[in-house]
C-alpha cells in the first residue's frame, strides 16, 4: 500500500471536550475568530456540521486549496474525514477531543493527519512539508484554543451554539 506518514498536533485547552468540540463544528462562526480554514457541508448541504453522518461530504478550503473530503466519524470525542488532494495524496484527518489529564475539567485537543499516496514523501520527518502542515495545525488549535476558553468563560453572544449553518 504504501507509506503512511503523520503529522500529529495537541494543545490543552481549559474548557471542557463538549464546548471544544461545539467551538470546532460551528463553521459559521469561523470568520469571527479563525481565518486559516473554512469548512462547508456539501451533501447533504443542509446538515449542520453537528449532525453529519459517515459518508456525508464537506468542502475544506485551506486558504486557497480547496478539496472535498468525505466524513468518516462525527462522534463526541472524535470528528475525522477522508480526502484526496489532486489524486496525489490521501489523507485521513482527525480532531479528537479528549478530556485533560493535565488541565482539570478541560480538553487535550489532538489534530492530526496520515498521509498515503504517491506525494508522501513530501511530508516525511523533517520535511519543509510536514513542518509547513505542522505549523498551520497548531496555528488553528491556538485559535480554537483561544475560541473555546472565550465561549467556556461565557463571554460574547451565540457562545457554544455549534449550529455550524
Given at each position: 500500500?504504501?507509506?503512511?506518514?503523520?503529522?500529529?498536533?495537541?494543545?490543552?485547552?481549559?474548557?471542557?471536550?463538549?464546548?471544544?468540540?461545539?467551538?470546532?463544528?460551528?463553521?459559521?462562526?469561523?470568520?469571527?475568530?479563525?481565518?486559516?480554514?473554512?469548512?462547508?457541508?456539501?451533501?447533504?448541504?443542509?446538515?449542520?456540521?453537528?449532525?453529519?453522518?459517515?459518508?456525508?461530504?464537506?468542502?475544506?478550503?485551506?486558504?486557497?486549496?480547496?478539496?472535498?473530503?468525505?466524513?468518516?466519524?462525527?462522534?463526541?470525542?472524535?470528528?475525522?474525514?477522508q480526502?484526496?488532494?489532486?489524486?496525489?495524496?490521501?489523507?485521513?484527518?482527525?480532531f479528537i477531543?479528549?478530556?485533560?489529564?493535565?488541565?482539570?475539567?478541560?480538553?487535550?485537543?489532538?489534530?492530526?493527519?496520515?498521509?498515503?499516496?504517491?506525494?508522501?514523501?513530501?511530508?516525511?520527518?523533517?520535511?519543509?512539508?510536514?513542518?509547513?502542515?505542522?505549523?498551520?495545525?497548531?496555528a488553528?488549535?491556538?485559535?480554537?484554543?483561544?475560541e473555546?476558553?472565550?465561549?467556556?468563560?461565557?463571554?460574547?453572544?451565540?457562545?457554544?451554539?455549534?449550529?455550524?449553518?
Amino acid at each position: 500500500m504504501g507509506q503512511v506518514r503523520t503529522v500529529t498536533t495537541s494543545i490543552e485547552i481549559a474548557a471542557k471536550p463538549s464546548t471544544v468540540r461545539s467551538v470546532f463544528l460551528n463553521w459559521s462562526s469561523y470568520p469571527s475568530w479563525t481565518q486559516r480554514w473554512t469548512l462547508t457541508p456539501l451533501t447533504p448541504p443542509d446538515r449542520a456540521p453537528p449532525s453529519l453522518q459517515t459518508n456525508d461530504k464537506i468542502k475544506v478550503d485551506l486558504k486557497g486549496t480547496v478539496f472535498r473530503p468525505t466524513i468518516v466519524e462525527n462522534t463526541p470525542t472524535t470528528f475525522s474525514w477522508q480526502g484526496s488532494l489532486y489524486g496525489l495524496f490521501d489523507g485521513k484527518h482527525s480532531f479528537i477531543f479528549e478530556e485533560s489529564k493535565v488541565t482539570p475539567g478541560g480538553t487535550t485537543f489532538v489534530n492530526k493527519e496520515e498521509f498515503t499516496g504517491l506525494l508522501t514523501w513530501f511530508v516525511r520527518e523533517g520535511s519543509g512539508g510536514a513542518e509547513k502542515a505542522k505549523v498551520g495545525f497548531e496555528a488553528f488549535n491556538e485559535d480554537v484554543k483561544r475560541e473555546a476558553e472565550r465561549v467556556e468563560r461565557g463571554e460574547g453572544e451565540g457562545a457554544g451554539v455549534g449550529d455550524g449553518k
